[in-house]
């Protein structure tokens, strides 16, 4: 049983649920505990490593505040690094914000407005129309894509397989940090560093192989197909990683994968977060 989802989105990147939202989402799903990943971006309103009541937040916030709708939310963050041949995506657990993570995250935000513009402008050339979007902080192609979807025949899947998905005609790269840059600045911040999603890349062993520098990788995780997990299990075995594992929401629908009970209270041990 489901009972904790380290990898769920919210508005502040390309997620639709705000974070007042997460714990009634949360409960729906059957969840003790949520992580709030959102991509290359801090939430101001997660100081704490982990909050129970973040309508509530304490004045001591190195701590869990008391609880008012019984769901634990871990400030969390997924970083975008470039390994080389493929890019991955690594889930920090537990932030307490560093000046260095901050500026690199502020560095990050200028650069996706800036690409964001690029692929707008080029999609509104390309297809002669007007999206009803803005470059901003945050933003991202699932959001673009929303927009296109809107204002032509395209919808949100035809828009990344035609128009912005890479080596696309509007694609764009981002810059985002080498993966060493990138995992020595969450090691600072954060009380565990994992792979997200290994069996996503094209590369899984290359990507699973990073992990002898990691605490943890992503084990569940809602695959299109059945995957064989056993490269992860010994990536798991090798390197004594944690599991962690989640949906990767970017809507309401929480728990569709994620931690069970046993699996929850490791990395709850592990970030020092006292259970309810």
Known sequence: MTVADLHVHTQRSDGTLSLDE??????????????VTDHDRLSPDLDAVAVTDHD????????????????TVVHGIELRVDAGQQRLDL?????????AL????????????????AIVDCVEERLSVSL?????????????????AEVSDYDVDGAFAHLIGDDCPCYVPRAVPAFERGRALLTEACGLVGLAHPLRYDDPESALALCDTLDAVERPYPYADDPDLSAVDRAIERHDLLVTGGSDAHDDRLGLA???SAQWERVRDALDVSPE
């Open 258 to 260: 994620g931690l069970d």
């Open 132 to 148: 009803p979007i803005e470059p901003r902080p945050g933003l991202g192609r699932p959001h673009i894509a929303r927009a296109i």
């Open 56 to 71: 509530r937040l304490s004045p001591d916030l190195d701590a869990p505040v008391t609880t008012r709708e019984g769901v």
């Open 22 to 35: 997460v714990p009634a989402a949360a409960r729906r799903g059957g969840l003790d505990a949520v992580a």
């Open 91 to 99: 889930l920090g657990y537990g932030v307490s914000p560093t000046d």
């Open 102 to 117: 901050v500026a690199e995250c502020e560095r990050i935000q200028r650069n996706r407005a800036e690409r964001g513009a």
